[in-house]
């Protein structure tokens, strides 16, 4: 009965064993990406990709993917909300307004109160209310006027 057991058991060791080889070389062989179904083959080890090669250069950005942006200037309003405010900040630099939102859950500890004339540098994601630019601020460094 032992006799046997060890000879399942070694046969079963033995499959699994070439199952494992077969994935390895069933991986090694499917190693490229296809970015289209007009696109050329590339190459998943490669660095760089020869765009002369391609019909048409795919730029594509993926939809998680957040611009982040730095806006530096004064507050010259404020307006409450209900876990935070929107700050109006004035880029010093361009002259282009922006509204900061400011809430105590993106900012837990570096949450802080401002004012207008205070300078402020805030950074996070940027996005488009309407016309108005829009950052939701991740960082905050707050200088008092």
């Known amino acids: 009965m032992k006799k046997t057991f060890f000879i399942a058991a070694g046969i079963a060791m033995l499959t699994l064993a070439s199952c494992k080889n077969k994935d390895a070389e069933e991986s090694t062989a499917n190693d490229t990406i296809v970015a289209d179904t007009s696109a050329v083959a590339v ?10 090669t391609l019909a048409e250069p795919v730029k594509r950005v993926p939809e998680d993917v957040k611009e982040i942006m730095a806006v530096a200037g004064t507050v010259t309003a404020v307006t409450n909300g209900k876990d935070g405010y929107t700050a109006t900040v004035l880029n010093n630099k361009d002259s282009i307004v922006y509204d900061v939102v400011i809430s ?18 805030a950074i996070g994601e940027q996005y488009k209310v309407g016309e108005r630019n829009t950052v939701k601020a991740s960082s905050l460094k707050v200088k008092a006027s």
Request: net charge positive; hydrophobic share 40%; no cysteine.
């Open 43 to 52: 190459d998943a080890t490669a660095t760089t990709v020869d765009t002369a």
């Open 104 to 121: 105590r859950i993106s900012l837990k500890e570096a949450y802080k109160p401002v004012k207008a004339g205070d300078k402020i540098l």
